[in-house]
């Protein structure tokens, strides 16, 4: 959380002098102050809990989907908020020795990430339409687990802060549409590492790193 919090404040303190450095011609005085662009956004992401969802869904890469808003001003400053969602069912399992061994017990769980991101786009003035951003953010993740054959207790329900990284480039394919292309990671402990598999491996992370696939709308 402190990581993040100060990448930001960095970001936006720098953000001045980078527009310095690239140069007053890249920024065009007839372009609005403040654009909002809606968004959505598919990834696939790398869980850093990787034996746990080895253990339940057969592997550690999973596809989400999502979309949100995201807000730029004419200095390249940049602030998005987006929804996504995973959701699978695999089973149970029971995890010794380095090995999974499966219980054959339906689970479901969803992975629901709402996140704030802050950062700069530069703008290139050779290359108008490749726009290369860097930001860093805060999420909130809430996570539940059910089975339909388990105890109320061993259900899973909570939600948890975390913090990301994200770094990319936009591509200006029309000039109402951007299609771009980054890398995000994220962590966020306190929701694995309790009991189960997660427990029995040592993982305490349910981020990862994703990569993302993400369509703007808007200038």
């Known amino acids: 959380m402190k990581t993040a919090i100060a990448?930001?404040?960095?970001?936006?303190?720098?953000?001045?002098?980078?527009?310095?450095?690239?140069?007053?011609?890249?920024?065009?005085?007839?372009?609005?102050?403040?654009?909002?662009?809606?968004?959505?956004?598919?990834?696939?992401?790398?869980?850093?809990?990787?034996?746990?969802?080895?253990?339940?869904?057969?592997?550690?890469?999973?596809?989400?989907?999502?979309?949100?808003?995201?807000?730029?001003?004419?200095?390249?400053?940049?602030?998005?908020?987006?929804v996504s969602r995973f959701k699978k069912t695999g089973q149970r399992a029971f995890f010794a020795n380095g090995q999974t061994f499966p219980l054959g017990i339906p689970l479901t769980a969803t992975l629901i990430p709402i996140e704030v991101t802050g950062g700069y786009r530069f703008n290139l003035s050779s290359w108008p339409r490749l726009v290369p951003y860097a930001g860093a953010g805060v999420g909130s993740y809430g996570y539940e687990e059910t089975s339909e054959f388990s105890d109320p207790s061993e259900n899973v329900s909570t939600r948890h802060l975390g913090y990301l990284a994200v770094g990319g480039i936009d591509v200006r394919v029309h000039r109402l549409v951007g299609i771009a292309g980054d890398v995000q990671y994220t962590r966020v402990t306190g929701i694995l590492g309790s009991g189960g598999v997660s427990k029995a491996a040592g993982e305490d992370d349910l981020g990862g790193v994703a990569v993302r696939l993400k369509v703007t709308i808007g200038r």
Do not use: H, W
Request: with cysteine; glycine share 10%; proline share 7%.
């Open 7 to 82: 990448c930001l404040l960095t970001l936006a303190v720098s953000a001045p002098l980078a527009a310095q450095t690239r140069g007053a011609a890249s920024i065009d005085p007839s372009d609005p102050a403040v654009v909002f662009r809606p968004f959505f956004v598919v990834s696939a992401e790398r869980f850093a809990a990787q034996e746990t969802f080895k253990a339940a869904f057969g592997g550690a890469i999973e596809p989400m989907f999502g979309g949100g808003l995201e807000v730029v001003l004419r200095n390249g400053i940049y602030v998005d908020a987006a």
